[in-house]
């Protein structure tokens, strides 16, 4: 296949959300390379089209679409993943990882089967369930919704009677399953998000909140639901007053508890998050993110711009170096690898 095949076709650029993938752009933009923003909230495909029309799909689908009045992208991203992989189009962030990106539910059952301590969970699909669920765990808790998202719907219920009191007004979210988790106090408020690209660790930032919110979305411009996408930039975490946002190197620990969880969830770019609990001192998983806005104004935190090193990965997927353009993330029986990324494969 000639080398210039893969940049003939545009990079695709699959996200609804108006204003999250501008920077992603303008460095697509400073390098010339073509590409196409896909906006799946208004969207259409057959299934017999089976000419690939991009040379690499950058999967940017966030849980959270539905509170952007979005309601359609949730559960058509994944046939549409699926349809841009059987064509053989390499997707970044692949519907593998967007299983678990979906799914708060299938992340705890990443921690459980990897030994990564998390926070005690019950997964329930009927509130009903949700008092004999919580009986079982130590107060406070809280109930996420599964399909979570820049902390939507999450409920903190100090006690029973205030569990009971407040059980109907819950909301378990647009798939009506829910984890009732243990609220683990953070010390110092704190909770750090690592970040990972190409089964490599990025950078990390250490977020203090200082106020009770749950709608803490430590890496992406958000805090929801923001009504506009001025408000959404506003509102970016290292100029939002409530939330003090710092780059920190997390324990050795953490970045390959990091890497194991992105990489069985077949997440090529993603951020994992965790706090370190006040009262032991053990630190727990909460969070399995395969959509990374990064910190807003990143090379000021970060001493570099993270869109720099993603913008080379995504090249890397179809540019000459890797001949004709393939799936970025192979699965094997085990799981996921990308023999591409293995450090034994002597690909020159
Ligand atoms: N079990 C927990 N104990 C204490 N704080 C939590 C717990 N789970 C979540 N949080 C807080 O709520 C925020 C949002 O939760 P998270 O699971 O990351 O949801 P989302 O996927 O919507 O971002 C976290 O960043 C953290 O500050
Ligand atoms: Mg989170």
Redesign the pocket.
């Known amino acids: 296949m000639p080398e210039t095949m893969g940049m003939t076709r545009p990079i695709a650029i699959l996200d609804e959300h108006p204003e999250w993938s501008t920077r992603l752009l303008a460095e697509l933009d400073r390098r010339e390379l073509p590409w196409q923003k896909v906006d799946h909230s208004n969207h259409a495909y057959d299934p017999r089209d089976r000419e690939p029309q991009f040379s690499v799909i950058v999967n940017r689908t966030s849980p959270s679409s539905h509170t952007r009045g979005h309601p359609g992208v949730l559960f058509y991203a994944e046939p549409l993943l699926a349809h841009f992989e059987a064509l053989g189009i390499p997707v970044i962030n692949p519907v593998a990882a967007y299983r678990f990106e979906k799914s ?1 539910a299938l992340q705890a059952g990443l921690f459980e089967q990897l030994g990564v301590r998390y ?1 005690r969970a019950i997964v329930v699909n009927h509130r009903g369930r949700i008092p004999a669920a919580a009986a079982s765990l130590r107060f406070p808790i ?1 109930v ?1 919704p599964n399909v ?5 719907g ?1 409920t903190r219920f100090d006690s029973p009677q205030d569990l009971e009191t407040r059980l109907a007004s819950l909301d378990l979210g647009p798939d009506g399953t829910a984890l009732v ?4 106090e ?1 010390r110092d408020g704190a ?1 750090v998000r690592v970040e990972v690209l190409d089964g490599r660790y990025l950078y990390a930032i250490r977020i203090v ?1 200082r106020t009770d919110q ?1 709608n ?3 890496a992406d411009i958000c805090r929801t639901p923001a009504p506009d996408a001025a408000n959404a930039l506003a509102a970016c975490p290292v100029d939002t007053p409530s939330l003090e946002v710092a780059r920190t190197e997390p324990p050795a620990e953490a970045v390959a508890a990091a890497i194991r969880l992105t990489r069985a969830a077949s997440i090529d770019v993603g951020g994992v ?1 965790y ?1 370190v609990g006040k009262h032991d001192g053990r630190m727990y998983f ?2 399995v ?1 395969a959509t990374s806005n990064f910190v807003a104004n990143a090379p000021e935190v970060l001493g570099f711009d993270p869109f720099v090193p993603f913008v080379d990965f995504i090249q890397s997927c179809v540019g000459p170096r890797n001949g004709p353009p393939h799936p970025p993330t192979l699965r094997t029986s085990r799981g996921t690898r990308d023999a591409r990324r293995e450090p034994a494969s002597p690909r020159a």
């Open positions: 708060k926070p809280v996420k979570g998202g820049s902390g939507a999450i988790q243990e609220y683990v953070p909770i909140r749950f803490l979305c430590p998050e706090l909460y969070d993110n």
